[in-house]
Nanobody
Framework: QLQLVESGGGLVQSGGSLRLSCAAS????????MGWFRQAPGKEREFVAG????????YYGDSVKGRFTISRDNAKNTVDLQMVSLKPEDTAVYYC????????????????WGQGTQVTVSS
């Protein structure tokens, strides 16, 4: 098992910033590609950002390109999501997910999930 714990969520005004962090334990973190997903009430879980095990390639959902940045530190077993220029439509529970083979862009391909952290953006 790879245990994932997200932190950093909260309430922020439109246009503000937040930094989410996901801490991993239990297995060799550097073997896993990582992704951030989000789920708003009544909606399906959607891909936000992904990063290869090496950190050399990153991927973003269309709605967050240019505003969100994913990064990882394999020495600290963490993956972060820096979010700027937040909008009310970014309000959701944010989850980090790990996948052993390939960057997880489809929630169905994630091997391990964190418990999620709430992000609320007020207008």
């Amino acid at each position: 098992q790879l245990q994932l714990v997200e932190s950093g969520g909260g309430l922020v005004q439109s246009g503000g910033s937040l930094r989410l962090s996901c801490a991993a334990s239990g297995r060799t973190f550097s073997l896993y590609a990582m992704g951030w997903f989000r789920q708003a009430p009544g909606k399906e879980r959607e891909f936000v950002a992904g990063i290869k095990w090496s950190g050399t390639s990153t991927y973003y959902g269309d709605s967050v390109k240019g505003r969100f940045t994913i990064s990882r530190d394999n020495a600290k077993n963490t993956v972060d999501l820096q979010m700027v220029s937040l909008k009310p439509e970014d309000t959701a529970v944010y989850y980090c997910g790990a996948r052993r083979v390939g960057v997880p862009k489809d929630p169905a391909t994630v091997d391990f999930w964190g418990q999620g952290t709430q992000v609320t953006v007020s207008s």
